[in-house]
């Protein structure tokens, strides 16, 4: 049993879960962009941004967004998702999953995610799907509530690759998109593969806690050129390419990102190989710190290479993880438990379900740690 004393110590300063990055090269190219006037969602960074991405990631097209979750609303609606569908998604994952799903009008349908991964369990995924599908013509449908399954979305937890191949081999058989929430893992691998790359069309976040950000911002990453025009369509208020008219074909969304936060991600990119040399030397001294106590430390899958993007550890029992959350916060240690359960919260509460065991389980005993990369 690990005991924490239960004192509150003045701290000097709070140690924040995860801080940003910016320095000079972020402020000269901010000069630049200000100085040219292309500050909104026309300019030169926005494409730099998109191509930079695209390169690293190992894909052919990056469309930049306002934010992770529009990436991901737009991703859904490109691949297919029309209101009462349902997709298949994780319970533990952050609630913008989920939120973007509800965009569309669809409904979230939970399955187990896997202790090693922290991401969807493929034979979970396979036993709903041999149990729950039926192939109806051109659908596949939820025998149990009647309702088109039309994706689905695994999550790349904190940095940590799902079994990409397995999930993909498995939605292909049953003819469903898969769109990666990999909002946590730029900069993380499987089988020497950037992630992004496997499933129809993958999203990424730049908020102001990622591993790089542009104080708020996304991109959806496709290997198909049409889906990207299609994306950048939708995200640029569908509005028809003309030198002067102002066309809308259909009902479009302002979702483009600011040229200004584009320069702040080409100068984030610059720096993403340092940026993720120092979240691995975080880890190994997490890693060597926990390798002698009860307190498990989060590791990367077999297989992978993962961004560290924050360092989690599991305690044996909820009491422990509780007393050190309290323990911590009280003395200006940020740390976090994991996100309460999506089919915990209001918004998802009568979405379908399966057993999920492992997500409980990590959700009870799991806490992530502080995990930003020193200032240079
Ligand atoms: C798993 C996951 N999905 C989606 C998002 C949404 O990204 P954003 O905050 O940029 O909208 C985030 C991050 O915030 C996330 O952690």
Known sequence: MIEFVKSRHEPVETLPLHRPILGDLEKTYLAECIDSNFVSSVGARVSEFEERLATFSGVKRAVATVNGTAALHTALLVAGVQRDTEVITQ???????????????????????????????????????????ERCGDYLVNRTTGRQISACV??????????????????????????EDAAEALGSYRGGRHVGGHGLMSTLSFNGNKIITTGGGGAVLTNDDALADRLKHLTTTAKQPHPYEFYHQEVGYNYRLPNLNAALGCAQMEQLPHFLEEKRKIAGAYRAFFAASEIEFIDEPPR???????NGILFPDRAQRDSFLEYSNSNGVMTRPFWTLMPDLPACADSPCMDIPVARDLYNRGVALPSSVPNR
């Open 154 to 179: 695994p999550v790349h937890i904190y940095g940590h690759p799902c079994r990409m191949d397995e999930i993909v081999g498995i939605c292909a058989d049953y003819k469903i998109p898969v769109i």
């Open 304 to 310: 992978c290479r993962s961004n560290f993007w924050l």
């Open 91 to 133: 319970p533990l994952t952050f609630a913008a999953t989920t939120n973007a799903i509800a965009y569309t009008g669809a409904v979230p349908a939970f399955v187990d995610v896997e202790r090693e991964t922290l991401g969807l369990n493929p034979d979970a995924l396979k036993a709903f799907l041999d149990v729950h599908g």
